[in-house]
């Protein structure tokens, strides 16, 4: 299936989007809308025992793909003929069902040690500081993105992790985003190499979400979000999102909220006027970018719902006049190898 990718309306970290299951998980058009092709999400209020969902099944004639138990979800796959978005408004009509909704596609938004000097936006949040109260150690933060790989610096604590993009174990990045990320959270710190994290003491749960292109589905978070719980994780990282307020998604970030879970997102990289989901669901914490200067970058997006800013720099600008653009300077993967690269976003 051809795709546009100019005319995606998308979220972004300074990164990537996400999948789910081993099969061709192709984004479709329909007007600006991003979706998986063939694919729905459904709410069923009496959970799974097989009756309605049985009967939902002949009627619609579609296959089950999986379902997400805690909230009663149920990922389906339509036959090759019907349309996704008359499917889900013939759904919508049908007293058995809670919700439905396409499988939307969400992006990333993104993008003692010697380039510590570099790293302006330590110092703006006064990390060092910081971490003479706290390194985090004891935390276990879930980074849901690309993947997260851990070079010759390094994450200094990851934990084994899963890949919801193509349902295995392997959640390593080749993308570099999810490692960018990790690393701004993990990095190895005072180890006489490369750069500093902010919470070096913390453990990054990597879970994989989106693809080695930066795409997936709200089907992948929501189930990333589960597991995440489940694997004890007590902060959710999201740099990702999307125009469209996926119900599967926000009744996921609420179960984890409910379960004590801080989640937190980034508002997006569009120039809006409106943050992006999941960033904006009241159980999730909506963060946006400034300047080395401290005022807002021009691509965070703002407005209601907007909770905090940090730094996320401006590849357009050296305010500090060190010779290079005022980006957040992390190591990762680029083209393959291992970098030290400075990116921007409100990732």
């Known amino acids: 299936m051809n795709v546009t990718p100019a005319s995606l309306v998308l979220i972004s970290f300074t990164g990537s989007l996400i999948g789910c299951g081993?099969?061709?998980?192709?984004?479709?058009?329909?007007?600006?809308?991003?979706?998986?092709?063939?694919?729905?999400?459904?709410g069923v209020d009496d959970g799974f025992d097989g009756a309605r969902l049985l009967e939902l099944?002949?009627?619609?004639?579609?296959?089950?793909?999986?379902?997400?138990?805690?909230?009663?979800?149920?990922?389906?796959?339509?036959?090759?003929?019907?349309?996704v978005r008359n499917t889900v408004a013939s759904l919508m009509q049908d007293h058995r069902v809670r919700f439905a909704e396409p499988n939307y596609v969400y992006k990333?938004?993104?993008?003692?040690?010697?380039?510590?000097?570099?790293q302006w936006n330590m110092d703006q949040v006064r990390a060092e500081e910081a971490n003479?109260?706290?390194d985090g150690s004891g935390t276990i933060v879930a980074v849901l993105d690309t993947g997260v790989s851990s070079g010759p610096d390094g994450i200094a604590n990851l934990l084994g992790g899963w890949d919801f993009y193509e349902n295995h174990s392997d959640s390593s990045d080749n993308d570099g985003h999810g490692t960018f990320v990790a690393g701004t959270i993990a990095q190895n710190t005072g180890n006489g190499e490369g750069v500093a994290g902010m919470a070096p003491g913390a453990s990054i749960l990597p879970v994989k979400v989106m693809s080695?292109?930066?795409?997936?589905?709200?089907?992948?978070?929501?189930?990333?979000?589960?597991w995440s719980v489940q694997q004890g994780?007590?902060?959710?990282?999201?740099?990702?999102?999307?125009?469209?307020?996926?119900?599967?998604?926000q009744e996921a970030c609420d179960w984890a909220y409910n379960k004590g879970v801080v989640l937190v997102a980034a508002s997006g990289n569009e120039f809006s006027r409106e943050v992006n989901y999941p960033a904006a669901?009241?159980?999730?914490?909506?963060?946006?970018?400034?300047?080395?200067d401290g005022t807002r970058s021009g691509y965070s997006n703002t407005g209601r719902g907007l909770e905090l800013v940090a730094p996320g720099g401006d590849l357009s600008r050296d305010q500090d006049q060190d010779g290079y653009a005022?980006?957040?300077?992390?190591e990762t993967i680029e083209d393959g190898r291992w970098t030290y690269t400075f990116w921007e976003g409100t990732s």
């Open 212 to 226: 080695d292109q930066g795409y997936g589905s709200s089907e992948a978070i929501a189930n990333g979000i589960v």
């Open 57 to 83: 099944r002949t009627e619609f004639e579609f296959d089950t793909l999986g379902t997400i138990d805690e909230m009663g979800i149920a990922h389906i796959r339509l036959d090759g003929v019907a349309n």
């Open 22 to 42: 081993a099969t061709d998980h192709s984004p479709i058009l329909i007007d600006v809308e991003a979706y998986i092709d063939n694919e729905v999400l459904i």
């Open 281 to 292: 669901f009241d159980s999730v914490i909506a963060v946006g970018a400034t300047r080395l």
């Open 132 to 134: 003479r109260i706290t």
């Open 233 to 249: 994780a007590d902060v959710i990282n999201m740099s990702l999102g999307s125009a469209y307020p996926s119900q599967t998604i």
């Open 108 to 118: 990333s938004s993104g993008g003692g040690d010697p380039y510590r000097a570099y």
């Open 326 to 330: 005022d980006g957040v300077l992390q």
